[in-house]
């Protein structure tokens, strides 16, 4: 089965500890993104790679890391330098880069909560 | 600044009314703008609008684009408690990809 996988589903951590959430896709998309949900706010672009070993920021990077050593995985660690880290994380893929016309195929979520 | 809106932000209908939902946009070079669901987690794919006054149609629900008045609807007929969600408009534009807040669409029998 193609498709995107996240990991875990739901991550407690306590405040000033760095987490890695998993990304992993099997479709052999170039792009991949991670979003932050939070209750009325949609999805906000956290970082975005349209190729191996490159990433650009988003809109709200700050607190946040990447890296694409592989087409298929696109971890996302959340340091302790993000003021405010629980919410709803995202990850998504699509064939090319943000900026054409393809859809993007979203993994299941991890919830991240930090006390 | 670049936006995308949605309205109306929350929606609660009866089973078997039409509904529509609104979608304004503020970009440049914009590439096109699609339209997702979203029920527990993971968003799916609904539409892809590239060009204004083409309709895409699947099943009940249903889209348009006006690129000139920068604009989409999506509308959904004869409403089903399976379509209570929150609905997604995102636009496509140079390199990126912006989101607008949701549509939450409550669908009660």
């Known amino acids: 089965d193609g498709g995107i996988t996240q990991s875990p589903k739901y991550l407690f951590r306590k405040e000033g500890q760095n987490v890695t959430l998993s990304c992993e896709q099997n479709?052999?998309?170039?792009?991949m993104y991670w979003y932050r949900q939070d209750p009325g706010q949609g999805l906000r672009l956290i970082y975005y790679?349209?190729?191996?070993?490159?990433?650009q920021k988003g809109d709200i990077a700050e607190g946040y890391s990447v890296s694409r050593e592989k087409k298929e995985s696109f971890p996302l660690t959340v340091t302790s330098a993000q003021k405010n880290p629980t919410a709803f994380y995202l990850c998504a893929s699509s064939i090319s880069g943000a900026g054409s016309i393809y859809e993007q195929y979203f993994g299941p979520g991890t919830r991240l909560t930090v006390t | 600044e670049d936006k995308v809106v949605q309205s109306p932000l929350s929606l609660v209908v009866h089973e078997g009314d039409t509904v529509t939902l609104n979608c304004s946009y503020e970009?440049?070079?914009?590439?096109?703008l699609l339209w997702y669901k979203q029920e527990k987690k993971a968003p799916t794919f609904l539409f892809m609008l590239?060009?204004?006054?083409i309709e895409k149609k699947s099943g009940r629900l249903s889209s348009i684009l006006d690129k000139k008045e920068l604009f989409s609807i999506l509308n959904i007929t004869a409403t089903q408690t399976g379509d209570s969600a929150i609905y997604l408009c995102?636009?496509?534009?140079?390199?990126?990809?912006?989101f607008g807040p949701g549509t939450s669409l409550s669908v009660i029998p």
């Open positions: 995102a636009v496509s534009f140079y390199d990126k990809v912006i």
């Open positions: 790679s349209q190729i191996v070993n490159d990433f």
């Open positions: 970009v440049t070079n914009f590439r096109s």
């Open positions: 590239t060009s204004s006054g």
């Open positions: 479709l052999n998309h170039d792009a």
